[in-house]
């Protein structure tokens, strides 16, 4: 069982910058494809981000390419989303969630893990 717990998220004005952070309980951290869904009022939850269990490789939905990067740290069991130029549209709870396959999987059905969730909202 791995237990997530996002933090970081807050209202920020349109163009400025955000990180949110996901600490992970699992020991076998490195066993996991790390990734950052979000969902909009009224809208379906849908990818933003992941990394492989190595931390070389990424995947970003063409909504946020460019503007968010997200990387791990492997001591502190960390995931981190950084957000650079956010636009009102970013506007979500995001939520970090684990999956023991492959990088390539966007899917919500496809993640075994998830947390609960921080909101960030950005005002134009």
């Known amino acids: 069982q791995v237990q997530l717990v996002e933090s970081g998220g807050g209202l920020v004005q349109a163009g400025n910058s955000l990180r949110l952070s996901c600490a992970a309980s699992?020991?076998?951290?490195?066993?996991?494809?790390m990734g950052w869904f979000r969902q909009a009022p009224g809208k379906e939850r849908e990818f933003v981000t992941a990394?492989?269990?190595?931390?070389?490789?990424?995947k970003y939905a063409d909504s946020v390419a460019g503007r968010f990067t997200i990387f791990r740290d492997f001591v502190k069991n960390m995931v981190y989303l950084q957000m650079n130029s956010l636009k009102p549209e970013d506007t979500a709870v995001y939520y970090c969630?684990?999956?023991?396959?492959?990088?390539?999987?966007?899917?919500?059905?496809?993640?075994?893990?998830w947390g609960q969730g921080t909101q960030v909202t950005v005002s134009s």
């Open positions: 969630a684990a999956r023991r396959g492959l990088i390539g999987a966007t899917s919500v059905h496809d993640y075994d893990y």
């Open positions: 699992e020991r076998a951290f490195s066993s996991y494809v």
């Open positions: 990394i492989t269990r190595s931390g070389g490789g990424t």
